[in-house]
């Protein structure tokens, strides 16, 4: 019975050590391919296109819509105690620490991240990774150093401008729905959001872009199985990855007030 229970625990346990086993791997690789061969341009540029540009749409919807619900939400409660002008304090730095670089992970991972598994997974099961290794091309250099190096530039700049456009149309309902003091929102929002804020919110889309980067193309090279294998792979690295961001950002939370504690300006 005893020991029946210790293989139920151990097995799951050692397939997971496993499994982040090997997306470090992959991610060493990446970074040592990174500085030790030469970046292909153009694919690298037209992951800029897809990463980035296209997901534009998605992150400036998320970032509006976000911080217009969560304006009202905030100004309703605090309107009960005669804090409604501290409305615009509060929201921009919940926008620029939690709000903008989680929702905007989790749209990316939704996104980019179900693409990038599905595209490597194809190229996995109809064994066109193995042509390229025939071709002497080594498929990291190929298929996720152009992804890894978009995800890093495009991911902090999309968070950028979701918390741009979060705190417009927070700002936007504020004064035209709730009919809050226009000089004293954004005064307070002004004197509460401070640098370490910006800092918090970057620092999360850097790491958040590298767990989404690496565990769809991890979940696309490991594909089996065919069609039904893809699809499962795509849906496994939307899940993982969307999990990965939920569960990161509590420990990246508690570091980065560490590191920058409440008197850094």
């Keep these: ?15 997971f050590v496993r499994y982040l ?24 540029l037209e992951q800029i296109v897809e990463i980035g540009l296209l997901s534009q749409l998605v992150v400036i919807v998320t970032g509006g819509f976000t911080g ?23 929201v921009s730095v919940a926008i620029c620490r939690e709000l903008a670089p989680v929702l905007s992970a989790l749209m990316v991972s939704g ?7 599905a595209e490597i997974g194809t190229m996995k099961v109809t064994e066109q990774i193995d042509a390229l290794r025939a071709l002497a091309v080594y498929p990291i250099d190929y298929l996720v ?5 978009a995800m890093m530039i495009s991911m902090p700049l999309l968070v950028a401008e979701c918390i741009g456009f979060g705190i417009i149309a927070s700002y936007l309902v504020a004064i035209v729905l709730l009919d809050i003091n ?11 959001t401070l640098l370490r804020d910006l800092i918090m919110g970057v620092s999360k889309a850097f790491v958040f872009g590298l767990l989404i980067v690496f565990i769809c193309c991890h979940k696309g090279l490991t594909t089996r199985e065919g069609a039904v294998g893809v699809g499962r792979a795509t849906t496994e690295a939307v899940v993982v990855s969307s999990l990965a961001v939920l569960i990161s950002n509590f420990f ?14």
């Design 21 to 44: 086993g090997e997306v470090v791997l992959l991610a060493g690789d990446t970074f040592r391919s990174v500085f030790t061969r030469r970046l292909r341009w153009r694919l690298f």
């Design 68 to 90: 217009a619900v969560f304006a009202a939400q905030t100004y309703f409660q605090f309107n009960k105690i005669g804090m409604g002008s501290a409305t615009g304090a509060v």
């Design 145 to 149: 150093v152009p992804r890894a190096l």
């Design 182 to 192: 226009g000089t004293y929102y954004v005064a307070n929002m002004v004197r509460w």
């Design 1 to 15: 019975m005893i020991a029946r229970f210790f293989i139920a625990i151990g097995a799951p346990l050692v397939a």
């Design 111 to 117: 996104r980019v991240g179900a693409a990038m598994s």
């Design 252 to 265: 990246l939370t508690m570091a980065l007030n560490i590191v920058y504690p409440a008197g850094y300006q």
